[in-house]
Structure formats: C-alpha cells, structure tokens
C-alpha cells in the first residue's frame, strides 16, 4: 500500500514594504499627472473660449441668454406749411414689474400703493406680483406723467418700458389726407400710405436677458429711438385754413343730409393745396376696427360734373375767337334737338349774351359752341384744363376720371360734354382747372407735398410750384372770369355764394347722378370760383354728394359753403376787402353768417391797415363776442363765463388774422 505524498503548501513571496511603497508612489504621480494634465487642459480651454470665443459659442450663448425683439424706429412727422404737427410718434410708458424680487412681505403694501397710483383693482396687482415669472406687465400706454410717479417709488422690482405708436394732435382734422397706420406700424390710406417709404423708419434691434427658464428679466436698455427714424414730411396744408371748410361742410351735412360732401382749396399762383375736407369724417386716434368714412372724395370720386363745366367751354370758344362776352347767342327759347335728342334750358331765352349764357348756365348754348368747335378742338382744351388724367398728387386711390375720345363721339355726345354730362371729373382736377382760369389761363401742377427732411433737416426730397402749361391766353381767361361774376350778382344762378367786401367769379352745377349705368332723381350739387376775382388769390370747390333734404341746386346747397369758406380764408390771409364793395348798401340775407361776420355797427369791427381793429368787448356776452369775431381769423381763447370783465388786447388794437385774442369773462 503506497504511501501518499506529503509537499509544503506554495507560498508567494512576501514583497518587501519599501518596494511596494515605491510602486505606489509611482503611480500616485502618475495619476496625479494626468489630473493635473486635464486641470491645466480644461483651464487654457476656459480662457480661450473666454478670450476668443467661436462664432457658435457666441450664438449658442446669446440664444441660452438673450433674446432679441425688432422694432421699428420712431416714424418721420407730418407737418402743415407752418411746421404745425398732424401726424407725431408719442413715447407710451409701460408699467412692468418682476415678481420675483417682491418679497412676500411687502407684496400687499406694494400692491396697494401701485394699484392706487395706476388706478387698477388691488387685486389684479397683488395676483401679477405673486406670479412664479421674472416678467409681468401691469399697465400699458399711461400718460408719462402716472410712470413719473411709479418710477420714483425706486423699487428694483418695478421699471417702465417705453413703446412709440402714433399720435393725430389735430385729430380728424384732414384725416383722409393724413391717414392712418396700423398695429404694426405701417401706413394705412392717406400720406402715412402713400409716403410710407419715408415715413417709416429703420428696423432697430432689441436685447432682452432672459433666466435659465428662458424667461425675460429686464428692460431693454439699448434702444434711444434717436437714431435710424423716419422722415418728416412737410406738406401745403394750412392748419387754419383746413378747419375752415370742415367747419363748413358740418353745416351743409346738417342743413342737406347728402351722402357725402368735399371741398378743395387751392392757391392760385403756386397750385398749392392750403385745405382738402371731406365730411363725414373720423378720428385716427381711436380707430378699433369699425368702419370709417376713410375715403378721401376729393381724388377718389370721379362724378359727372354738371355745368361748372360750362366755363370751360367757353374759355375755348373765347380763345378760338368764335365769340367774346358780348357777343349774341341764340338760345332757341329753352329747346334744341340734336338729332332725336331734345337738349333743355332751366332758364328758356332765346338772345342772350356770352356772358348772360354762363350767368343763367345755358345747356343749348354751351352744346353749340361745342359742336362748332369740332370735336379735335374742344376736347384738346378739355384735356389741357386736365380733365380724364391724374393729378399725380401724393394720395392713394386717385381717379382720372373719363373723357371720350375724339375719334369715337357722336354729336350728341360732344354737345352733352359741353356742359358736363358724360364726362367725369374729380373735385380736386376741377379745382386745378378752377385755378388755370384764375391763373390767367396757366394749369399749375397741384402742390400737397413741398418737402422731405431727415431728422436733420437736410432735404431729401423738394417740390416747388411748377407749371404743366398755359390752357387759354390772360385775355380769354379774363374774359371768362367777368362772365363767372355775373353768376354770383343778382340775377345769377349763385347768389348765395357773394362775399362781403369781395368780388366772386364762381359756377353752380347741379349734375344728374348716375347709378349702375342709368341717370336717376339723385343729384350731386357743386359750386367752384375763386376769389377776389379781380385779383384771385384762392380757387375753391364744393361738392355736394346726393343732398336728401332740401334743395339739391348747387346754387343753395354748396354756394353758401363756398361763400363762408372763401370769406373766411381771405380774412386769413389778410386780403384786404374792398372797400367800395363795403360801402354798397346790398341784401346780404342770404348769407346771414357773413351778416355776422362783417356786422361792423355791433361790434366796430373794421379792416384798417391790413389788420382788423379790435372792438370793445369789455361787457358783451360770449355769444354775442363768439358771432362778432366770427370769420376774421382770430385767435380767440375764453376764460370764464358770463359776460367779458377784460380784454387783451385792448379795444383799438390793429390785429392781423391768427392774433391770439385773450377774454376773460364772470
């Protein structure tokens, strides 16, 4: 039996203490060395990207960090021909706060007094300022004056921000000649559309630091709004002068209901556009979405114009040398046919005058001068008076109106033409023409916009007065002119269109109003002139769309408008009367506005000097000081009520139209 083996067990060698502490040693260096490696690795990293970041560090950054709002900058300003604003950009304050930094403690006392400051329930403030955000606005658009008082409470939490929007001093003062801008800022109708291009100003760009929930945390503080703005845009209007017609035309909505009624004032020598009214009107500060009556009727109607036409007729026949104001025209007793086509007279005569045919407004004399013109000849003076072309006046929507071709009307056509009936026109083209007569027979170009400045007054863009052509010869169109007076003297078609102390060459029109292609009962009443018409200064147009109470003649519904507008204007701008025509003791009743106006035993006011001189006013009721003063442009400003206790200036006084006129009254 075999005995088993018995070996000693294997043992590993005990390592030695000192070897293993050196073994350790070595790669504790070691891993210290490479921790160290990454340390130094990971810090020129750091300051690298500190010192130079990449291009899409930067943007990873500023997305993580900031965000960025474009805004507009501040639009240009309109301004009339004084420098007097109609359209500005306002700073409106916003009220913010940031719940975060209200501390729970003086939450409701903060809410308390903020809500009292900014008129708003306590609650809704002490619920925004509890909020988990970093952003909460509490009032938006308060008057300056109310974020003064919040700003000076000096808590960090509260701040304002400051947004531009648009801003109408003048409110619907020419507010279809102004426009409008919408919710983003751009121009809607008017000059704010059709000179948006320099109006509006450059895009800014603004930066918002948001928190790590991507919410934001302060105000923008980068943006002055100085830089980048629009232009301003100066036009001809005249702030004064443009409520004189609105006013009017108030009164001719009132007393006939039309549809619509317009006016246009222009400046004879240059063409300017001083006034352009539209009634019914609205105000651009407080469009929220409802209809208004934004069209602008002035350029954007195009109506049959009825016998003020007939001026123009007889301006070509007259320059044609086919007759004079003397000269006798058979009026054939009221009737004539042209072909089967039978034309009337409102006035049957049969011999009459040149001059006796513009004053009783003859249809059968006016298609004769035509038709012996030809058609080449009379419609080429019919579009040299600017008749069937646009103006290129700066308002959007302008019509051309429509005049036939020579080679495509028939005689009854022709003969129609002459006074106004199957022609188009826009009142502000008929003005234009209006003034080409006044202008001793120079068409000017109208004149609405005379500049564009940057926001350092340096020009970008100018228009002077310029002249299209000369339409008829300074003895044709005088001619015409003391044709056009007799219309306004007893006797005449327009009576009520006289001025006081001025003489008037003016034309009614009573044109039949065309709807879906046919003529109806409906009718659009006009009147233009122009005044002093011995020496003309202004050419004014009236039109009245479909009058429904009442008379529907231009000669009663838009002549007394005529008259009320081109008095007052010319004592505006300091035209002196005549005085032989004040002296003449005339029935003015049918203009008992002007009555007032001109009533120098009430209240002694006489034209002297160039300047009105002020009566005595110390204990006249404000009635009776309101209807005296009316119509010679003063500045009238009232303190009190009851009966005047002081005046300034003093009775006496010489006082150009626009001269500020301080009452007291108790």
Not at 171 to 194: I, P, T, Y
């Amino acid at each position: 039996m075999s005995k088993r083996l018995h070996l000693p067990p294997i043992e590993p060698p005990v390592e030695h203490q000192s070897a293993v502490r050196k073994r350790a040693a070595g790669r504790i260096k070691l891993v210290g060395g490479m921790l160290m490696l990454l340390v130094f690795s990971t810090g020129a990293r750091g300051v690298q990207l500190s010192m130079s970041p990449s291009d899409r560090t930067i943007r990873a950054a500023s997305v993580q960090r900031w965000n960025q709002v474009t805004v507009q900058a501040r639009r240009g300003e309109i301004l009339d021909r004084n420098g007097r604003r109609l359209a500005t950009s306002v700073a409106t304050p916003n009220i913010v706060v940031d719940p975060i930094r209200v501390s729970p403690n003086e939450r409701a006392a903060l809410a308390a007094q903020v809500a009292a400051i900014l008129d708003l329930p306590e609650a809704e403030v002490f619920e925004k300022m509890g909020r988990s955000s970093r952003y909460a606005k509490l009032s938006t658009r308060v008057h300056p004056a109310i974020a003064a008082r919040v700003e000076a409470l000096r808590h960090p939490a509260l701040w304002t921000e400051r947004n531009s929007r648009r801003f109408y001093p003048e409110e619907s003062l020419a507010a279809q000649v102004v426009g409008f801008v919408d919710g983003s800022g751009a121009g809607r109708e008017g000059m704010e559309a059709k000179l948006d291009e320099y109006l509006r100003g450059g895009a800014l760009l603004r930066q918002r630091r948001r928190d790590r929930r991507g919410l934001a945390v302060e105000d923008p503080s980068g943006w002055s709004g100085s830089s980048n703005v629009g232009m301003d845009v100066h036009t001809t209007l005249d702030r004064t002068i443009q409520r004189i017609p609105e006013r009017a035309l108030e009164g001719v909505v009132e007393n006939s209901a039309p549809l619509a009624v317009s006016a246009v004032v222009v400046d004879v020598k240059t063409g300017d556009i001083l006034a352009m009214a539209n009634a019914p009107t609205f105000n651009p500060n407080k469009l929220s979405g409802e209809a208004a009556p934004r069209k602008n009727h002035v350029v954007q109607d195009a109506i049959e114009a009825g016998s003020v036409f007939k001026p123009f007729t007889a301006a070509a026949a007259v320059e044609e040398g086919l007759v004079t104001e003397n000269t006798m025209v058979n009026c054939e007793g009221g009737l004539y046919y042209i072909g089967r086509t039978a034309i009337h007279d409102d006035h049957p005569h049969r011999m009459i005058t040149m001059s006796e045919v513009i004053k009783y407004s003859s249809n059968i004399c006016s298609a004769k001068l035509a038709l012996q013109m030809g058609a080449d000849t009379f419609l080429g003076y019919i579009h040299d008076f600017g008749f069937g072309q646009r103006t290129g006046i700066p308002l959007p929507g302008e019509r051309a109106g429509r005049v036939r071709k020579a080679d495509k009307i028939r005689p009854i056509e022709l003969a129609t033409t002459s006074y106004g009936q199957g022609v188009t026109t826009t009142p502000l083209q008929m003005a234009m023409a209006t003034a080409a007569l006044a202008n001793g027979g120079v068409r000017m170009k109208p004149r609405l916009l005379s500049r564009v400045e940057d926001q350092h007054g340096i020009p970008e863009f100018v228009q002077q007065p310029a002249t299209v052509m000369r339409v008829v010869s300074a003895d044709s169109a005088n001619s015409v002119t003391r044709m056009m007076v007799t219309v306004t003297e007893p006797g005449g078609t327009a009576t009520r269109a006289a001025v006081h102390g001025y003489k008037v060459a003016g034309k009614t029109g009573t044109a039949e109003k065309v709807k879906n292609g046919v003529y109806t009962r409906a009718r659009i009443g006009s009147f233009m002139g122009f005044v002093p018409a011995d020496n003309p200064v202004v050419a004014i147009v009236v039109i009245v769309d479909e009058p429904s109470k009442g008379s529907r003649y231009g000669g009663i519904v838009a002549a007394p408008a005529f008259s009320e507008i081109a008095g007052q204007t010319l004592r505006y701008l300091g035209v002196p009367p005549d005085s032989a025509l004040l002296d003449l003791d005339e029935d003015t009743s049918s203009d008992e506005a002007l009555v007032a106006v001109a009533d120098v035993e009430a209240l002694s006011l006489h034209w002297e000097r160039d300047a009105w001189t002020l009566p005595d006013l110390v204990g006249r009721d404000l009635r009776e000081v309101m209807v005296g003063l009316q119509g010679a442009a003063l500045d009238l400003q009232i303190e009190g009520s009851g009966n005047v206790v002081s005046q300034y200036p003093p009775a006496g006084s010489y006082v150009r139209p626009g001269t500020p006129i301080r009452v007291a009254l108790q």
